[in-house]
């Protein structure tokens, strides 16, 4: 694999990574309204799988940022960041206005991260190779 190949797949890594490390670690310090729109979900337990998630979030963005398990990092990433995009950002719930707009802006915005995650499973690269 060539210099440019491996540059672009490692500055796409890193540029992937601080959104799922910095809300990781706010998830972890403080749930704020996470936890009551679990909650709304349905789902058990819901400021321990806020945290959970958080700590999840850390750990996935620092195995893109590293390139250590980068694999297995995006699935993590992905399981977590799917299920965050269907729970919180049900726009198709919201009446037609801002609010609606917000949620489908942040849905959207997370299926663009979804795409990105989805190429770093595909990588043929090995893991830690720039």
């Known amino acids: 694999m060539g210099l440019t190949a491996r540059v672009g797949r490692l500055l796409g890594r890193v540029a992937l990574a601080p959104i799922f490390i910095v809300a990781g670690f706010e998830a972890l310090r403080d749930p704020g309204h996470r936890p009551e729109v679990a909650a709304k979900a349905g789902l058990p337990s819901p400021e321990l799988l806020v945290r959970l998630n958080g700590a999840a979030m850390v750990a996935g963005g620092l195995g893109l940022a590293t390139g250590l398990r980068r694999r297995l990092a995006a699935l993590g990433l992905i399981a977590s960041l799917g299920a965050t995009t269907v729970v919180g950002h049900p726009f198709w719930r919201e009446e037609p206005g801002p609010g609606r707009t917000m949620q489908r802006v ?13 190429l770093v499973v595909c990588d043929p690269g090995r893991d830690r190779d720039a």
């Open 106 to 118: 942040q849905f959207l915005k997370n299926l663009g991260l979804l795409g990105g995650l989805a």
